[in-house]
């Protein structure tokens, strides 16, 4: 193995440390939040560590940064219907409640 291969390698290895430890950091919070925090903005920033967990994962795990075009798309289409998906939820959820 060269050298430059082997700095290529730690490189990898570095970046997928970092962003680990970031997403364990963002577990903790999580769970902090969950269990310690009586606020009413709880919910909300629950999802939004929920949401900066699943940037991280997309961007730099599933490397979407460096990705093509095609990629980016079939990326997109499913958080287009995962957002119908919760919108028909949604809606479900309020039109029950509106009539109990």
């Given at each position: 193995?060269?050298?430059?291969?082997?700095?290529?390698?730690?490189?990898?290895?570095?970046?997928?440390?970092?962003v680990?430890?970031?997403?364990?950091?963002?577990?903790?919070?999580?769970?902090?939040?969950?269990?310690?925090?009586?606020?009413?903005?709880?919910?909300?920033?629950?999802?939004?560590?929920?949401?900066?967990?699943?940037?991280?994962?997309?961007?730099?795990?599933?490397?979407?940064?460096?990705?093509?075009?095609?990629?980016?798309?079939?990326?997109?289409?499913?958080?287009?219907w995962?957002?119908?998906?919760?919108?028909?939820?949604?809606?479900?959820?309020?039109?029950?409640?509106?009539n109990?």
């Amino acid at each position: 193995m060269s050298a430059q291969s082997r700095k290529a390698a730690g490189a990898i290895w570095l970046r997928a440390l970092v962003v680990w430890v970031g997403l364990l950091a963002l577990l903790g919070a999580s769970l902090l939040a969950a269990y310690r925090l009586d606020a009413p903005w709880g919910p909300a920033l629950n999802f939004g560590i929920a949401a900066t967990q699943a940037g991280l994962v997309a961007v730099l795990f599933m490397r979407l940064d460096r990705a093509d075009r095609l990629v980016r798309l079939a990326a997109a289409c499913g958080l287009f219907w995962l957002a119908i998906l919760f919108t028909l939820t949604l809606a479900d959820t309020l039109s029950r409640l509106a009539n109990t």
